[in-house]
């Protein structure tokens, strides 16, 4: 069952230079259930896509087309107490480094049961009980629902922020960046976390992470973003087995492989365009090895290389 | 590869654990956080040396007490590289001046075998076998407890009530005027000294005669209290003093007792089957005749460890470091120019502002910013993420230096440029024939980048070899864990994760034996006891775990 659907999603913010499109016609679908990775480098748009879904934008942000379907809802459309009911309730979100924002001189249980205490109807022994299960529930001692922030170290602040994020029960989770600032250790124990959450609790997740290695693991379909479009989505086997856009490629070979030979990875030079006057062609012909005169011309449309495998690249046939 | 360029051995930087003033009113024993906790290794010219292990094991900490930028609480750190026989013939110059002898370290110790320092050590796990535990823990209770004589160091008693019955028998309190100076103020300080009229040894001062007010304010700062034990014996009787002892009983270090703190004749005599002569790789430059003295200081490392201020500003310009994080490490109100000319300005390099923009302007080619007209003028917020680290690898360079201390300088960076980074370190290596103190926590950044790694763990190295040998044949649990849990795109390269339990470790409570022990999915009995040792793997690869110890039961059972 689809759980969200965004179709045409275009997200612009007015800045002094001019209008930024950070987000410029973005297409996915989450399943119930499913896990999807939204993967690209810093600033290609990951974040705003996320804050649109919760409509969470800054003030100088808005939502200039498109659709974000959610069981039966256009989130883009909907308002005040509507959005309320559902905004917290059916998909919440960790923020990115929002562990690093907890609140330090307010108990970390109190700042779970705030938004159960405010979306729900019931009492503080009720709330509290409920932050109690959810401290066992991402693995945390709930003897220690009474202490502050800096009693826990960056991990166990991440476990803090995805028990808040579980506190309404939600029927979709976006988690952005949710391992980029711990080590090693800690991201798999995160990662394992999040995916028996998943299993457990049947929800549906949207990861967000500039490491594809990371996304790989842990969700079922992927989306790879690049300059505020999407230029290839497929499952994640599929991605890794038959990369088809040239960025897909690049990323996956800029990984180091610890299982393979000790070469140095690639590296895909340069920087990526200014979203405020964004190239004609394909956003990436600047990057590209494959770029032909086509690609500075005319903006190469997503087409379906296989059946769900999309790529947004004019030398990528149909199947 | 040639000749080591960095030589680290048994490196140890304690952090005194900083304690409100009731706390350390109700106890007196200074506990501290041990971030780097005895390790060794060299780092050739023109090495990549890597620091792989989890946040908090020590790994910044090591980089740092190579630079001094935080200073050893024990061991050695030598320098051979470039400039460095100038720089020991000032040191000797200047120790010559004022009549005391400059050490020198050498790294092949057999040669110099006449002339090295020495010192003994007794192998307790022999020891312990052959005369008993019994006899061997009262040698062991004597030799820690009564170190001065008729003194009792009051660290080695644990028991609190032990403690209280002590407490009036407390004599000489011994403070650090430094740190007391450094917190409550120079002037402070010497008023209460003005009142006591006492005088502090060295930085030493004994606070028994001062008075209350004065004696609560310096209390933070002691660092080694004395009991008297003839006093405490006639007050309390001798059984209950020898109870108190038999408690206060102090672990050794790892598997040697080092001789030097077993004073008591019987005792020394008893353990002479087991004592060994270790050298030391410290030569006194008075001890060697005057014909060898030429040789000497050619084959000789510098002490980075005791130079002084002055001899470890030239010393500085040779080793430098890129610090961890790119957008905390860079003052967003000065422009790059400014960043980058500061060391310059510092060390007074360069006699006017255009010889400084020259080698500003060559920092910044070199670090792959060009044309440097372009970005010079820029403020830190005004370039890219990657840009911004090669600011940060120009301010290292500007300096000329021959060994970079490289702290995480791409875990901040997008995959995509992460390699560009680490190929303009190879090039400089390539170019200007850097050696490298890599630090990481990714491994696969390690394994793709570093010719040697070490893997650290709780202030300890417990593996360490080329880099292939440890990424593809790993011997401890720790690199083992380390290693599955890299995540791998490819799912046909998937395999069984290890993930360990628990938060990191804590640098303050050290388990005792093997430190990993509580989360190592192999442990032994032995391993709760016994400090692993480094064992032999292959050539150059070594390993720290009792799972590879020759003749243990685990090795028999074939593992
Ligand atoms: N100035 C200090 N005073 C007290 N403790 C310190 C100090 N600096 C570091 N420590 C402690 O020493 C230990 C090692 O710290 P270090 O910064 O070397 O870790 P690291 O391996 O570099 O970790 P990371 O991967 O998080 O950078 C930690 O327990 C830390 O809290
Ligand atoms: N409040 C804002 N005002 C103006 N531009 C913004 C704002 N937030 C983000 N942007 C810009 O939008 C683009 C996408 O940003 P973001 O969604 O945060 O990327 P990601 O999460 O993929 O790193 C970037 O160019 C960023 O600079
Ligand atoms: S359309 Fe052209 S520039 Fe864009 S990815 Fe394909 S080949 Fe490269
Ligand atoms: S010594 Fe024992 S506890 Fe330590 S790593 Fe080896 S098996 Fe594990
Ligand atoms: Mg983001
Ligand atoms: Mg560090």
Redesign the pocket.
């Given at each position: 069952m689809t759980l969200l659907e965004v179709k045409g999603l275009r997200t612009y913010f007015k800045t002094q230079e001019g209008t930024l499109k950070a987000v410029d016609g973005v297409d996915f679908e989450v399943e119930k259930g499913h896990a999807m990775g939204l993967a690209g480098e810093s600033g290609c748009g990951k974040t705003t896509a996320a804050l649109s879904i919760m409509k969470l934008l800054p003030a100088n942000g808005y939502i200039a087309g498109g659709k974000i379907n959610f069981m039966g809802q256009d989130m883009a459309r909907v308002t005040g107490e509507k959005l309320r009911s559902i905004r917290w309730r059916d998909i919440s979100i960790v923020f990115q480094g929002a562990m690093n924002a907890l609140n330090p001189v307010k108990r970390v249980g109190d700042q779970i049961s705030e938004p159960i205490l405010l979306h729900e109807d019931v009492d503080d022994e009720v709330a509290t009980k409920r932050v109690k299960e959810l401290f066992e529930l991402v693995g945390l001692s709930p003897n220690r629902i009474r202490d502050y922030p800096h009693e826990f170290s960056g991990g166990m602040r991440q476990r803090v922020m995805i028990a808040m994020a579980l506190a309404c029960k939600p029927k979709l989770v976006i988690a952005d960046e949710p391992t980029t600032a711990l080590d090693v250790m800690i991201q798999a124990q995160i990662l394992q976390l999040m995916k028996s959450l998943q299993k457990e609790l049947e929800l549906a997740m949207i990861i967000i992470s500039h490491d594809l290695s990371v996304l790989a693991e842990t969700c079922e379909t992927l989306c790879i973003m690049y300059a505020g479009k999407i230029?290839e989505r497929a499952d994640s086997v599929e991605v890794f087995r038959n990369p088809q856009?040239?960025?897909t490629k690049g990323l996956i070979e800029a990984f180091p492989n610890i299982k393979g030979d000790k070469t140095m990875p690639a590296s895909i030079a340069g920087n990526p365009p200014n979203l405020i006057i964004a190239p004609k062609?394909?956003?990436?012909?600047?990057?590209?090895?494959?770029?032909?005169e086509?690609?500075?011309e005319k903006e190469?449309p997503l087409i379906e290389v296989r059946p769900n495998h999309y790529a947004?690249?004019?030398?990528?046939k149909a199947g | 590869m040639g000749n080591d360029i960095v030589s680290v051995k048994n490196l140890q930087v304690w952090f005194p654990i900083r304690r409100g003033f009731v706390e350390s009113l109700l106890s007196d024993e200074q506990s501290y956080v041990k971030a780097v906790d005895g390790i060794t290794f060299s780092i050739k010219q023109r090495e990549i040396f890597c620091l792989v292990g989890e946040s908090g094991c020590g790994k910044t900490t090591t980089g740092k007490a190579i630079l001094r930028l935080v200073e050893p609480t024990g061991g050695d750190v030598a320098y051979f590289g470039p400039g460095k026989d100038e720089l020991l013939k000032e040191v000797t110059d200047a120790s010559n001046r004022k009549k005391t002898s400059a050490r020198v370290y050498v790294a092949d110790q057999e040669k110099w075998a006449e002339f090295v320092e020495t010192y003994d050590m007794a192998d307790i796990k022999k020891a312990k076998r052959v005369m008993g535990e019994n006899a061997f823990a009262g040698i062991l209770k004597r030799a820690k407890t009564k170190p001065d004589g008729n003194d009792l160091n009051m660290a080695g008693v644990k028991n609190d009530a032990d403690r209280k019955a002590l407490q009036p028998f407390v004599g000489k309190m011994i403070v650090d005027t430094r740190k007391a100076k450094a917190t409550i103020g120079e002037q402070k300080l010497t008023e209460i000294l003005e009142r006591a009229g006492i005088k502090p040894q060295a930085d030493d001062l004994n606070i028994a005669s001062i008075k209350n007010a004065d004696k609560k304010t310096l209390r933070p700062f002691v660092k080694k209290e004395f009991v008297d034990i003839g006093r405490a014996k006639d007050a309390m009787g001798e059984k209950a003093l020898a109870g108190i002892l038999k408690r206060a009983k102090t672990k050794p270090d790892g598997n040697d007792l080092n001789m030097a703190g077993v004073k008591n004749d019987a005792d020394r005599k008893a353990l002479k089957p087991f004592v060994r002569r270790v050298k030391s790789n410290w030569v006194l430059m008075s001890k060697i005749p005057k014909d060898r003295k030429e040789e000497l200081l050619k084959a000789g490392g510098i002490n980075v460890r005791t130079l002084s201020k002055h001899n470890m500003k030239a010393m500085r310009q040779k080793l430098q470091i890129i610090f961890q994080d790119p957008y905390e490490s860079l003052n967003p109100k000065q422009s790059i120019y400014d960043i980058i000319a500061e060391p310059l300005v510092v060390n007074s390099i360069g006699a006017n502002e255009a010889e400084r923009e020259q080698k500003v302007t060559k920092a910044l080619m070199d670090a792959g910013l060009r044309p440097p007209k372009n970005f010079m003028w820029r403020y830190p917020h005004e370039v890219s993420g990657g840009q911004r680290q090669r600011v940060g690898v120009a301010g290292a360079l500007v300096l000329d230096p021959d060994f970079l201390v490289a702290d995480e300088p791409v875990s901040m960076l997008d995959v995509s440029i992460r390699s560009e980074i680490l190929k303009l370190m190879l090039d400089l290596r390539e170019n200007r024939g850097l050696s490298f103190l890599f630090i990481t926590h990714d491994l696969g950044v390690a394994y793709v980048f570093s010719d040697r790694i070490g893997i650290m763990y709780l202030g300890k190295i417990v593996e360490l070899g080329p880099t292939e040998k440890v990424i593809k044949d790993p011997h401890h649990p720790y690199t083992k864990a380390l290693i599955s849990v890299v995540p791998t795109p490819d799912p046909k390269d998937r395999t069984e994760k290890i993930i360990l339990k628990g938060e990191r470790p804590d640098a303050s409570k050290i388990p005792s034996g093997c430190r990993f022990h509580p989360r190592c999915p192999f442990m032994m009995d032995i391993c709760r006891v016994e400090q692993p040792s480094p064992v032999f793997v292959s050539e150059g690869h070594w390993v720290s775990c009792h799972l590879h110890t020759k003749g243990s039961s685990a090795e028999k059972m074939g593992d």
């Open positions: 230029v856009h040239p960025y062609g394909c956003r990436f012909a600047e990057r590209c090895y494959m770029a032909k086509i690609c500075d190469p947004a690249c004019h030398f990528v | -």
